[in-house]
């Protein structure tokens, strides 16, 4: 009931190219959804979020779309540089928890020049 | 001002030994949580704090895991009689509060802790 399932767990993009991370999720229950940047060495640093009650959110090169009825959302980037290759995680968050945050496994992003 | 700080940035122990891990969260900020992350693996709760309320613990795996928090602000991490498979990372965040509002956690570099 608590999982967040993340896919895929590494990618490899070209340079310009869309990065796509997918996130699935049981638990209707959960009321925000961020994701997270982490680069080697470094502790997650929020990327963007979204809450069900919109289906998109998008913050420059970087987009979230929300499929409420699928339990499911996704992480797109646009025009990939070298310098986004890092570990992204989505998690999710029940309001009612206080804000402990449920994480996906995590998906190794390479970003080739 | 300064982020989450962690100390120390690597501990390495034996089995059977105890270790003390330290957060210092942003001033300020009444919300502090402890997540592990192990190798090639998502980050995982372990215990939240919130002011002066009692503490979450519902994530900690075992007894021989404890917390604690002074005066709302430093933390420690308590891992008694270390065993292998305690061995990850142990990352800290704090927040401004918790519950509603989406409240961005920040986090500290982390400690990696390797159990020999």
Same mark, same amino acid.
């Given at each position: 009931?608590?999982?967040?399932?993340? $896919?895929?767990? @590494?990618?490899?993009?070209?340079? #310009?190219?869309? $990065?796509?991370?997918?996130?699935?999720? =049981?638990?209707?229950?959960?009321?925000?959804?961020?994701?997270?940047?982490?680069?080697? #060495?470094?502790?997650?640093?929020?990327?963007?979020?979204?809450?069900?009650?919109? @289906? =998109?959110?998008? =913050? #420059?090169?970087? /987009?979230?779309?929300?499929?409420? @009825?699928?339990?499911?959302? @996704?992480?797109?980037?646009?025009?990939?540089?070298?310098?986004? $290759? &890092?570990?992204?995680?989505?998690? &999710?968050?029940?309001?009612?928890?206080? $804000?402990?945050?449920?994480?996906? =496994?995590?998906?190794?992003? /390479?970003?080739?020049? | 001002?300064?982020?989450?700080?962690?100390?120390?940035?690597?501990?390495?122990?034996?089995?059977?030994?105890?270790?003390?891990?330290?957060?210092?969260?942003?001033?300020?900020?009444?919300?502090? !949580?402890?997540?592990?992350?192990?190798? %090639?693996?998502?980050?995982? *709760?372990?215990? !939240?704090? +919130?002011?002066?309320?009692?503490?979450?613990?519902?994530?900690?795996?075992?007894?021989?895991?404890?917390?604690?928090?002074?005066?709302?602000?430093?933390?420690?991490?308590?891992?008694?009689?270390?065993? +292998?498979?305690?061995?990850?990372? !142990?990352?800290?965040?704090?927040?401004?509060?918790? %519950?509603?509002?989406?409240?961005?956690?920040? *986090?500290?570099?982390?400690?990696?802790?390797?159990?020999?």
């Amino acid at each position: 009931q608590q999982q967040v399932k993340q $896919s895929p767990q @590494s990618l490899i993009v070209q340079k #310009g190219g869309i $990065s796509i991370i997918n996130c699935a999720y =049981e638990n209707t229950a959960f009321d925000y959804f961020p994701w997270y940047q982490q680069f080697p #060495g470094k502790g997650p640093a929020l990327l963007i979020a979204i809450r069900p009650d919109v @289906s =998109e959110k998008k =913050e #420059g090169r970087f /987009t979230i779309s929300f499929n409420k @009825s699928a339990k499911q959302f @996704s992480l797109h980037i646009m025009d990939s540089q070298p310098g986004d $290759s &890092a570990t992204y995680f989505c998690a &999710a968050r029940i309001g009612s928890h206080g $804000s402990r945050l449920t994480f996906g =496994e995590g998906t190794q992003l /390479t970003v080739n020049p | 001002g300064a982020g989450v700080s962690q100390s120390p940035s690597n501990k390495v122990t034996e089995k059977g030994k105890d270790v003390e891990l330290r957060c210092d969260p942003i001033s300020g900020h009444t919300a502090l !949580y402890w997540y592990r992350q192990s190798l %090639g693996q998502g980050l995982e *709760f372990l215990i !939240y704090f +919130q002011g002066n309320s009692a503490p979450d613990k519902s994530g900690l795996p075992s007894d021989r895991f404890s917390a604690e928090r002074t005066g709302g602000s430093v933390s420690t991490l308590t891992i008694q009689r270390t065993q +292998q498979e305690d061995s990850a990372v !142990y990352l800290c965040a704090s927040s401004l509060a918790s %519950g509603g509002g989406g409240n961005e956690q920040f *986090f500290g570099p982390g400690t990696r802790l390797t159990v020999l």
